[in-house]
């Protein structure tokens, strides 16, 4: 079948897509590539990815190009569905005989749900997804498609039989040559990353037992599936080659350097290419591999500290102590490697007391940028299920993780903290942060070292400005 995979039109500014780690408007214009949708495309021939939020088209206009496919797949998420579905039955009023189906990790975990949520949705794609499209888009019958959960002609729901992790992820194909093809890269910024980037994965799943972390305990599993360096480098050759705009590479696995060999063999090729890169990493990481890694191009690496307070760590199955962190951060800047530094509050056991360790503590390991977020209770992880059993979502039934414009909201409470409480304390970290004399020197130092940054620096921060406000209100 003619296949569209989409990125639906969403909240002005609001990154849901298929790429993000949390679904929310950002505090500055950010969007990831949405690579849990270029991957089946890269295998469907003849098919086309429409990230709508990225390139800023209407709802209107999208579906001018959406009904013109016979099926189109929709990557979906917690706060999205609302919108996501609303604009799957838009669709359905103009072209009754397109097939839609919905991806993503709310599809996995809630698939009676997701599909009985409106008449439009005719099927949805658990598990890892990829090949499940695939056989949809090549018309086999979808009795016979594994991971798949479809509507039956009286409208009762058919789970088929699970589909199998992919072991070999070199038989996967490159989802750079869709980029080029389908995106306009220059759409895709990331306030940490050189622009235009570029992001790929290397591997999928997470060893790690974080009990808030949503990809592990959905789609990706915690096994660490890896493509072999060399088809990692032979990908990121690609774009160098066809794709000379780019400035820069993320590996967006959730922790790269978990295997430190091949992690280190990597960086020894993109050295050898020629290419900066960056990439997520656990706050673990010895001095020698962070070395070897910075001498081949490593600019920047995105690490979640998460929490100050060495308790709430323990709480969430961190696998971390402040103390390995504050050492691997010394050596970071001991090795001129940036952090981008993610910070989570409202997790179990936090208190005004530990909102304050965390916000003392970040000024102390001091990364480049942050990125403060709110405990988002997303149902299929541990911490979802944490909140139903101790009632810290207050008897709700339906999970407010964004409002009507997008921005991220507290859905947990305490007996001794209010969601209020912990909504609020994002612009006091954001603020008690940046608004630090040397902080700000930093910053303006970057800019004056470039006219680019410069201007890009301006731009967002008026953006932040911009949001701080919106969020005191």
């Not at 214009?29 to 690579?35: A, H, L, M, N, R």
């Not at 980029?179 to 050189?194: A, H, M, T």
């Not at 690490?303 to 308790?311: I, N």
Request: aromatic residues 10%.
């Amino acid at each position: 079948m003619k296949t569209l995979f989409l990125q639906a039109p969403s909240f002005d500014g609001f990154d849901g897509g298929a790429g993000s780690r949390y679904q929310a408007k950002r505090e500055i214009k950010s969007f990831w590539y949405p690579t849990w949708l270029a991957q089946p495309a890269a295998m469907v021939p003849g098919s086309r990815v429409l990230d709508a939020p990225a390139d800023e088209m209407s709802v209107e206009d999208t579906l001018d190009i959406a009904i013109e496919y016979e099926l189109v797949i929709i990557h979906t998420s917690t706060p999205s569905y609302p919108t996501d579905v609303q604009f799957a039955e838009m669709l359905k009023q103009r072209q009754p005989a397109l097939l839609i189906g919905l991806v993503g990790a709310k599809a996995a975990v809630e698939p009676d749900a997701t599909l009985s949520g409106s008449p439009a949705i005719d099927f949805i794609c658990r598990e890892e997804f990829d090949y499940t499209c695939v056989e949809v888009a090549a018309g086999h019958p979808l009795a016979d498609v594994a991971g798949l959960s479809y509507k039956l002609p009286d409208g009762s729901i058919k789970h088929n039989a699970d589909r199998p992790m992919i072991e070999n992820m070199d038989e996967l194909p490159f989802v750079a040559p869709v980029y080029k093809r389908d995106l306009k890269v220059e759409n895709y910024f990331i306030g940490y990353l050189k622009h235009p980037y570029v992001s790929i994965y290397t591997g999928r799943g997470c060893r790690s037992r974080c009990t808030f972390c949503l990809w592990p305990q959905t789609v990706g599993g915690h096994r660490y599936r890896v493509r072999s360096p060399e088809n990692v480098l032979a990908e990121v050759k690609w774009i160098k080659e066809n794709m000379p705009e780019v400035k820069e590479i993320m590996f967006d696995d959730d922790t790269f350097t978990d295997f430190r060999p091949r992690a280190e063999e990597i960086a020894r090729g993109m050295g050898a290419l020629g290419m900066t890169w960056s990439c997520n990493a656990k706050a673990n990481v010895p001095y020698s591999t962070l070395k070897i890694m910075k001498d081949n191009g490593l600019r920047l690496l995105l690490v979640g500290y998460e929490s100050g307070d060495d308790q709430i760590l323990l709480n969430i199955k961190k696998g971390l102590r402040t103390d390995i962190a504050r050492r691997f951060t010394s050596d970071c800047h001991q090795l001129g490697i940036a952090i981008h530094g993610t910070f989570i509050l409202g997790l179990p056991g936090e208190s005004q007391d530990t909102i304050e360790k965390t916000i003392r503590y970040a000024q102390e390991i001091n990364p480049h940028t942050i990125q403060v977020s709110l405990a988002a209770p997303y149902p299929g992880t541990a911490l979802y299920q944490q909140a139903q059993d101790n009632g810290w979502l207050q008897d709700r039934k339906v999970i407010s993780l964004v409002n009507e414009q997008g921005v991220q909201l507290s859905a947990l409470s305490y007996p001794h903290l209010s969601r209020e409480e912990i909504y609020h304390s994002v612009e006091l970290f954001y603020k008690r942060f940046y608004f630090r004399p040397t902080k700000i020197w930093e910053i303006v130092r970057e800019m004056l070292g470039s006219w680019d940054m410069m201007k890009r620096r301006l731009r967002e921060g008026v953006e932040f400005f911009r949001f701080l406000r919106s969020h005191e209100a």
